[in-house]
């Protein structure tokens, strides 16, 4: 094998596939990057069995071949390099010559054929959907996977096509996201892609340009440009999430949605000094107030609303209100609630894409 | 205790003297700031008795008086209250309110009284120097100094003033470093300040002004504008340096820093792969040659030197080198050497201002 390749070109190949390298791999192979050189292009494929990515950069092939480098060394090595063409070439059957300027580096490789194949996936029938878009959706949802592995199904995000839309879903048993996008394709799919491969592709994800989804009964392939991504989908049922979102409410609260984050953040404060980040929420006529107490003081918040319906006191745990705030991206935002047992639904005031739930913390009785 | 005081101002104030906060003392006390109310101006102290830092900042003072808040809890609320003026009134014997807009917490207060009052220090005899230069000074030898205990001295950097120079030396048993620059006392004193206490005093040094040192028996007094940062002095007699650097060498290695950084860099990144740093250098006419080998590989570098002696091949950690090269600035730089088991000095190619020293590694004999 023999190829010249432009540094900045081959790094970004190598920085895209190493994010499907988690470096814990008890297999040293999957420590690597496998690169074939063919037709004057690089193929570079990495993989941790769950997720696989396989990206292709421009390079003057002199000899054709296939060898296996371990991904930090030979990252960190051409991260180093100064930014000139790079010769590499096989120079023995266990090792590889990098030459750049007055650098010379001889690295061994392992054997090619060690390394697992991809997937076979059939690509004839995909959907094709903005990346920007996708982008949006993943940072939308991820944030409400469950972290705890008890029930691994909650670890992933929905991915649900039916009437010409797009749902993504995420829920841990104490909040629940859900953004929903049209598209153009009359699938029906339902597949549960875990969280950390999102989290890869979501870094991988551009501006512009569409990326495009074919599902297999085990596999998902994100096709984004030159690179492929390649993940598992995870077994079993996800939670019937439409029986869980209540239709039905007592009040309807309309609020500005970076002053209510930053009163629940402050307010916050109080109730993470003792971990328990517990705040209550009194709404009545134009007002919130938000309290909380702790050992070491206690804090009260105001903030400017129009009220629907009754009034109510409810608690909740501040982190996943922040975390919904935080995310949502429109000035102006509508909760609905129903009891102060009851789980409270966030949404936009504009454009019905997103439905956040969250349920109260129920307060004992004084 | 009243007092209203613009929220930027205050919080600038908190982060100053929270450099001397480290939450981990086992004394309540002393994860507190004490805040005195006095004459339109707060005094701000924080201690963790081996540094103790005190700012002051504008207020309209309605009411004198002096409490202490919990600083984690006090610089979390007022940095993420609204940029507006705050209201500060202690409310009971116990208690404090903090109002700006429409928040307001109430936080309970611990007992000035129990703070421990910063060292008496007579400002009389102090010296002066460019906060700029001291911070330069600072960042220069600090990474030299000992990370293990076991010579409590060596955590610390020497304040050597005689000879109307400051120096400043670091040194851990592997390499030193020493930076110079003129001071305008006829003064003379030497004293170990810890070096995490001048990590912090950096962090307040900015590029404008001067700070005067004041220097006692046990402590050494920064003033910087408002602020004072009182550390303790280090006990015991420091390394006599002086005895430790060569004077005369049989080689003389011109370089430039950038290109021989890089160089560096690259080659251990093979001496990485098993932790040793090992990197050896091969000095001969117009080249230096650095090669490195593991199980993973081998790397040779080339960088263009002018040399002036005989030929040599000395063996270093690699990064005891890049330590130094990344803190110097001069474009071009010197290295002396004596023999494959001397202490290899580097300095500028110009200004005569730093002297840092290198022990190279004894490679056992094939």
Known sequence: MKFVCNRSTLQNGISVVQKSITGKSSLPILNGILITAAENEL?????????????????EVYEEGSIVLDSKIFGEIIRKLPNDNIHINTINSNS???????SRFTLIYMDPLDFPPLPNINENDMFSIPQKILKNMIKSTIFAVAVDETRPILTGVLFEIKNKKLNLVALDGYRLALKSENLDTDNTISAVIPG?????????????????????????????????????????????????????????????????LNSIE???????????????????????????NSQLG???????????????????????????????????IVMDFSSSIS?????????????????PVRLSKK
Chains 1, 2 share one sequence.
């Open 298 to 332: 206690m804090v009260r918040e105001e903030t400017s609303i129009i009220l629907q319906g009754e009034s109510l006191e409810i608690a909740f745990n501040s982190k996943y209100l922040i975390d919904v705030l935080k995310t949502m991206e429109e000035d102006e």
């Open 196 to 260: 950390k491969t999102l989290n890869e592709v979501s870094k991988i994800l551009e501006e512009k340009d569409n990326v495009k989804i074919t599902f297999t009964p085990n596999h998902i392939l994100f096709n984004i440009n030159k690179t492929k991504i390649i993940s598992r989908i995870l077994e079993g049922e996800f939670i019937k999430y439409n029986s869980i979102i209540p239709n039905e409410f007592n009040l309807k609260v309309t609020a500005k949605r970076i002053e209510l």
């Open 43 to 59: 193929t570079l494929v990495g993989s941790d069995i769950d997720l696989s990515i396989e990206t292709k950069v421009n390079a």
């Open 266 to 292: 402050r307010a916050s404060l109080m109730a993470q000094a003792e971990n328990t980040n517990l705040i209550k929420l009194n709404i009545e006529d134009e007002n919130m107030i938000i309290t909380s």
């Open 343 to 359: 789980p409270c639904i966030i949404r936009n005031k504009e454009i019905d894409n997103c439905i956040y739930l969250v349920l």
């Open 96 to 102: 590889v010559e990098i030459l750049c300027q007055k």
